[in-house]
């Protein structure tokens, strides 16, 4: 397709469980972020991938949490012995790299749905 | 406090009235201010962007930037039903990369 993918659409799991979700970009696009959208807290942001270099992973909030992109494409989302409080909605954008990347382009998903009973 | 502050709204309106939506930030080091829309359950779309102070102009939008006052709004003119939506701001800062921090978003409800 020609937007920004991710599955599962929906998520739900037992506490203590490991999750994965996963985002393919637009093609072409060597920048990918993963943010996280909670009810009344807004985007928070995880991690960030750009081509080859070193991810950005200062918004990852435990290390329970890591993420991959495998050939500069898809990405994988992991959350390890999952918690209640990881219950939100998980967004992939990815951003052209001769766009308005530092402009903030970003483009969405329409985000993974992640329930921790 | 948080980098960008936002209203959560909700806000209600009727179809044609002129809507202003606004965010607060601390950091001075700005460098860019986006708008992002986005409707229940889809992912949020980029609106408008811009970088210098003053007012940016797209169709019935509207962005403002007031870096003295570390304000910036979002006007909607002649509001629509369809532009009932959740209206995300979001800040670069020098320093920070392409990181894009988010406000809480205002929801925002145009009735008929």
């Known amino acids: 397709g020609a937007g920004v993918s991710q599955s599962p659409s929906n998520k739900v799991t037992e506490k203590g469980k490991d999750v994965e979700l996963r985002c393919d970009p637009i093609?072409?696009?060597?920048?990918l972020y993963w943010y996280r959208q909670s009810l009344g807290q807004g985007l928070e942001f995880l991690i960030y991938?750009?081509?080859?270099?070193?991810?950005?992973k200062s918004g990852l909030p435990s290390d329970r949490f890591s993420a991959e992109r495998t050939g500069g494409s898809v990405s994988t989302l992991t959350i390890q012995r999952t918690q209640q409080e990881d219950s939100a909605v998980y967004l992939c954008?990815?951003?052209?790299?001769?766009?308005?990347?530092?402009?903030?382009?970003?483009?969405f998903g329409e985000g993974s749905r992640l329930t921790v009973l | 406090q948080k980098e960008v502050e936002q209203d959560p709204g909700p806000l209600s309106v009727p179809e044609g009235a002129i809507v202003s939506l606004n965010c607060t930030y601390s950091?001075?080091?700005?460098?860019?201010c986006m708008w992002y829309r986005q409707y229940s359950r889809k992912g949020p779309e980029l609106l408008m962007y811009?970088?210098?102070?003053g007012n940016k102009e797209d169709g019935r939008f509207t962005a403002q930037v007031d870096k003295s006052s570390k304000y910036i709004s979002l006007f909607i003119r002649d509001s629509q039903p369809s532009d009932s939506a959740t209206y995300l701001c979001?800040?670069?800062?020098?320093?920070?990369?392409?990181?894009?921090?988010f406000g809480t978003g205002t929801q925002l409800k145009v009735e008929l």
């Open positions: 954008a990815s951003s052209p790299t001769s766009g308005r990347a530092g402009t903030g382009e970003l483009f």
């Open positions: 093609s072409g696009h060597t920048a």
């Open positions: 811009t970088y210098s102070s």
């Open positions: 950091n001075s080091a700005f460098q860019y």
């Open positions: 979001a800040m670069t800062f020098t320093g920070g990369g392409n990181k894009l921090t």
């Open positions: 991938f750009q081509g080859n270099s070193a991810p950005d």
